[in-house]
């Protein structure tokens, strides 16, 4: 599920929670991090305020994906180096984990909204290119600032207070644009494999994207609430200790 990634990844090139309490990464790891992280919110930036002007030009939401595909597919495929940072042993998370959630939305960039021309002037794009943009605005942020121990509390209350409205908003644009995909697929056999071929192998993406669909309702429960005892987690103790105040 793509919009995971978004809220339940510790592809934390931060420390994060969980991981207040082991030895963060090296002087030079660290300054690698940093400018990763701060690269990465750049570029989302870039795609927000190339999805303002887009918007403020035409006056009409329809059709402004292609105002940023180009740096959309070129910062989210940048994720990819979430998965070899946990690799290396630079972040501390799951290589398997992060690879699954920085890959599904690869998948959808790539494989479907790429792939899938007739989709991308879909108003589901937009829904989920949004949500994306500032999730990932704050996330990298949230990062950035962690490295540097100056994390300020906005930034934190945002990142672990936007998934609610953010990851169901992602997760329906997603859906949708993937169901929108699929008359298509359907009609040009894209990424099939038939029989007879020398492999003697078969692959139906249709139906391939259809699993897809149904896998978002077991995961989507579960990281969604995952997300709301970290977010207790996190700031419960403040906003307790503001009560007593």
């Known amino acids: 599920m793509s919009a995971a990634a978004a809220g339940t990844s510790k592809a934390a090139h931060g420390p994060d929670v969980a991981s207040k309490k082991r030895k963060g990464p090296g002087a030079l790891a660290t300054a690698y991090l940093v400018i990763y992280n701060v690269v990465m919110t750049a570029g989302w930036l870039v795609i927000a305020v190339g999805l303002a002007r887009a918007y403020l030009a035409r006056g009409s939401y329809h059709g402004l994906y292609y105002s940023i595909e180009k740096p959309l597919k070129f910062f989210q495929t940048g994720a990819i180096l979430e998965i070899l940072h946990c690799a290396v042993g630079i972040v501390p998370s799951s290589v398997v984990l992060t690879g699954f959630q920085v890959m599904s939305r ?55 207070t936007f998934f609610f409205v953010l990851y169901p908003m992602g997760v329906t644009g997603e859906l949708l644009t993937i169901y929108a995909a699929l008359p298509f ?61």
Do not use: C
């Open 106 to 160: 690869v998948f959808l960039t790539w494989a479907v909204t790429h792939s899938v021309r007739e989709v991308q002037s879909e108003d589901s794009v937009l829904l989920f290119v949004t949500a994306w943009t500032v999730t990932e605005i704050i996330r990298y942020s949230f990062y950035t600032f962690s490295l540097l121990n100056h994390l300020p509390y906005l930034i934190k209350w945002a990142r672990y």
């Open 185 to 245: 697929v359907q009609k040009t056999g894209l990424y099939s494999v038939t029989l007879p071929n020398k492999y003697n192998f078969s692959f139906d993406y249709y139906t391939f994207l259809i699993l897809v669909m149904f896998s978002y309702i077991p995961l989507f429960p579960q990281l969604y609430f995952h997300m709301i005892r970290q977010r207790k987690k996190v700031l419960g103790q403040v906003e307790d200790y503001s009560k007593v105040e």
